[in-house]
């Protein structure tokens, strides 16, 4: 389960906090930005590298930067998520705050209430998240198409022709018989 969801400029300004768990006021989550900050500064200095991981006693971290940009987005979860859940769910946050916002409003010296619009889109974000996995899938030798349905919703890449999701929907109990008996 995702706990909090941190987005930072390169100077350690919080430019947007989320919390779904354990929740963490303003004050700390301003402070949180700046440590991250400076433990991705101080990696790259040391070792070349930004850290991109961190793992606690019962949580993982995940960090990721847009470059371009310099900023951050960082989002604590449990640690039965897995490591690799952490990254997509980070990597999309970070893509979608950044497609939402034009890059002058960064370099100019962001006001935090430009922000206060991208919490209703988190959501969705975290929803659609899955559309990275299955172009994944996709492009594995042997799938042709990879769908999920999932509260009476069909989701799909779009690489392809649109999905009859009515005659799918109708079928799809055949469907997952067909596939337990294989």
Known sequence: MIRNV????????????????NSLDANRSKILCALITTVLEFSKQTTGMAVSFIEFSHLFLTIVTHEPTKISCAVFYD???????????CGEILNAFVQDYP??????GPN????KG?????????????????LKLEGTTGINRAILVRDKEVI?????????????????????EMADNM
């Open 79 to 89: 640690r039965g998520d897995g490591k690799l859940f952490g990254r997509l769910i």
């Open 112 to 115: 935090l209430k430009d922000f």
């Open 156 to 176: 799909h890449t779009h690489q392809y022709p649109e999905v009859d999701c009515f005659t799918l929907l109708t079928n799809l109990s055949t469907f997952v």
């Open 6 to 21: 941190l987005i930072m400029a390169g100077s350690g300004l919080a430019l947007f906090y989320k919390e779904f768990q």
């Open 118 to 134: 991208f919490y209703q889109r988190m959501p969705a974000v975290i929803y659609y998240s899955v559309k990275p996995v299955l």
């Open 103 to 108: 890059i002058e409003i960064f370099q100019q």
